[in-house]
């Protein structure tokens, strides 16, 4: 395994270890029982995309959405930074809600082989993806209304790390089912399809100052990049990718992903030879 792909898995074990801490922690702390030196607070303190959903009702009113702390804001503004630099490199290398789908993938790979993250043709697929966008405005619209996080009810994400609580609705175990489920045959699907933080940062790839670019000068279109690709994007169509379901996670890359060819897809930040600024 490269070295740039190795750290990227011990990466994600580590922000899965830390989220799935912060979740225990945050039950035993009400128990007067913290493990120290683990933060006591709430997963929706520690979620950057509370600090989304708040931003209403902080300009309108000046406070936070209920259980949405100040950290959510400081978090959304540093994942917003390095989105601004690379892309959302929070959802491919950090996200451990997309790690936990990666996990389930690897299963669903070994049971359908090839034929994995491939049973819903392309030509529909790209437009399924953005169903997401319509997750992200019904979730700030009635955060906005309500005052309260709705979207946590039907929160996979919530209901993986809080299912032993007794707070998590029918509806968040309903979607944590159909994720595992879909995770079977779909590469990372509720980032694909449902995710709303996905397609906010998915917004940076069209602006990201490191872009995804691939040299058509040396690409030998052996189409290595898009069966590498855990979001079925067309890499090799395409001159920049600035494709907005990219989440920066290095799998197709000539350094450290299946491109047999050095230099033929890299992240930098100038046009490499041969390469169009197609999107």
Known sequence: MKKKAKARRWIQIAFFVVAALIAVNHTLAESGTAIPFV????????????????????????TFVQKIHESSL??????????????????????????????LGKLGRKIFKKKYNKF???????????????????????????????????????????FWTGEVAVTGFIALFLVVLLSLFVERPFCKYACPYGAVLGLFNFIRIFALRRNADTCISCSACDNACPMNIPVSRKGKIMNHQCISCFECTSTD??????????????????GSDEN
Not at 136 to 160: E, H, N, Q, R
Not at 263 to 273: P, Q, V, Y
């Open 120 to 162: 819903i043709p392309y030509k529909y697929d790209k437009y399924l993806r953005f169903l997401r966008y319509l997750v992200l405005i019904w979730a700030v619209v009635m955060t906005a209304w309500s005052g309260k996080i709705i979207f946590a009810d039907f929160d996979p994400y919530y209901a993986l790390f809080q």
């Open 39 to 62: 933060a006591e607070a709430s997963l929706h303190a520690v979620c950057p995309f509370g600090g989304v959903v708040t931003l209403y009702n902080l300009a309108t009113t000046g």
């Open 74 to 103: 400081v978090l959304m503004l540093i994942v917003f930074g390095a989105a601004i630099l690379v892309g959302p490199i929070f959802c491919g290398w950090i996200c451990p809600f997309g790690t936990f789908q990666e996990w």
């Open 257 to 274: 992903g299946v491109c047999p060819v050095s230099g033929t897809l890299e992240f930098n930040t100038s046009a490499l030879k041969g």
